[in-house]
């Protein structure tokens, strides 16, 4: 099991970036797959993107492709989601996520381990 905590939220106009972090403990990072997923008022949480232990791999929800980067530092536990060209509907609670097993998933009940989330919020 892998302790997660999020950092790096905030409020951005549109148009604007962010990044998120995501700092892991307690396991052994480097074999985990992990992944960012995202919840707004009202919605149903859903995948944003992931990267796979070896980073020879991610997946990215297709609204967020060419917007969004995925990447992890293995020597530093970290993983973090660079964010560009911010829309309003990019508005949500971010949560990172860990797993353990293959293949690289996109579905909630992939992933064992989550984090408590970090707020961001786009205004006009």
């Known amino acids: 099991q892998v302790q997660l905590v999020e950092s790096g939220g905030g409020l951005v106009q549109t148009g604007g970036s962010l990044r998120l972090s995501c700092s892991a403990s307690?396991?052994?990072?480097?074999?985990?797959?992990m992944a960012w997923f995202r919840q707004a008022p009202g919605k149903e949480r859903e995948f944003v993107a992931a990267?796979?232990?070896?980073?020879?791999?991610?997946e990215y929800k297709d609204s967020v492709k060419g917007r969004f980067t995925i990447s992890r530092d293995n020597a530093k536990n970290m993983i973090y989601l660079q964010m560009d060209s911010l829309k309003l509907e990019d508005t949500a609670v971010y949560y990172c996520?860990?797993?353990?097993?293959?293949?690289?998933?996109?579905?909630?009940?992939?992933?064992?381990?989550w984090g408590q989330g970090t707020q961001v919020t786009v205004s006009s």
């Open positions: 990267i796979r232990r070896s980073v020879s791999s991610c």
């Open positions: 996520a860990a797993s353990p097993f293959d293949p690289l998933g996109t579905l909630l009940w992939d992933y064992s381990d």
């Open positions: 307690g396991g052994t990072f480097s074999l985990y797959n």
